[in-house]
């Protein structure tokens, strides 16, 4: 597959050559689906817990007497159907931890770039050339592109793009070969460098992903 290079300023400059086994998968909803779920359940801390009857202080007197009042024979105000008392079946911490094989991994990838690249929403760049700390020059980047929100990939851990991405709602920055299938859905425009296009391709020629 060959997509056009785009410098900084939004001018087409050259060409590039994207593998097809990465960047030309057929769309699988289920792979995708998995995966994301289990990036996201896995986030999770699991520690939320409500009270049962035995953690609620009070309670040890019985209300009424059993007989004689017209009432429902109770035996505590800590039961559940009584206002301040127990949560009946409530939720308890646990671990919702999902594993998802290595290779599950690499395929939902591969179909997230192959998505963005067949629906004309990934954009090359031959550098991005950050010598600072600048959101400006970021969100020049993306007005040059004529684009509002997108994911940016570099082929190493650009401190100056990760903090200059940092405080723009609508943009994010990952290493190349750090990035997953979630973090390239999350917006609808991918913005790689072309020296990061090697770094995928060796990266999916690998044995991990």
Known sequence: MEVKVHDIGGKAVGKANLSDDIFNQKLNDHVLHLVVKAYQANRRQG???????????GGGKKPFKQKGTGNARQGSTRSPNHVGG???????????????NKKTKKLATKVALSNRAQNNALYVIDDFKMTAYKTKSVNSILSNLKIEKAVFVGHSNDDYMLKSTGNIHG????????????????Y??????????????????????
Do not use: C
């Open 86 to 100: 127990a949560i009946a079946h409530g939720p308890q911490p646990r671990d919702y931890t999902q594993q998802i």
């Open 171 to 186: 943009a994010e920055y990952y290493d190349a070969k750090l990035f997953n299938a979630e973090n390239v859905l999350r």
């Open 188 to 209: 609808p425009n991918l913005v790689i460098s072309k020296s990061a296009i090697d770094a995928i391709t060796a990266r999916f020629e690998g044995a991990e992903a």
């Open 47 to 57: 520690t939320h817990a409500t009270k049962t009857r035995s953690l609620i202080r």
